[in-house]
């Protein structure tokens, strides 16, 4: 539960990210020189926004048989 909560949580930040990075996007400078400066802060949300692997979940540990 707790991964898929993450997970929601992840995807939840990406599209507040990309939806701020719109917003922001509507005030143009006349100057060129942001351009580069918008460029790596997309590289850097879609590399905070890629899935990673999961590591494998331990296997719950078994009970006892009962004694007869």
Do not use: N, Y
Not at 29 to 45: E, I
């Amino acid at each position: 539960a707790l991964v898929e909560q993450a997970a929601a949580a992840a995807e939840s930040l990406q599209e507040q990210a990309v939806t701020l990075s719109q917003m922001v996007g509507v005030f143009r400078l006349g100057d060129d020189a942001a351009a580069p400066a918008v460029a790596r802060a997309q590289v850097a949300v879609a590399q905070a926004a890629a899935p990673r692997a999961l590591a494998p979940r331990p296997a719950a540990p078994r009970a006892a048989p009962p004694r007869p």
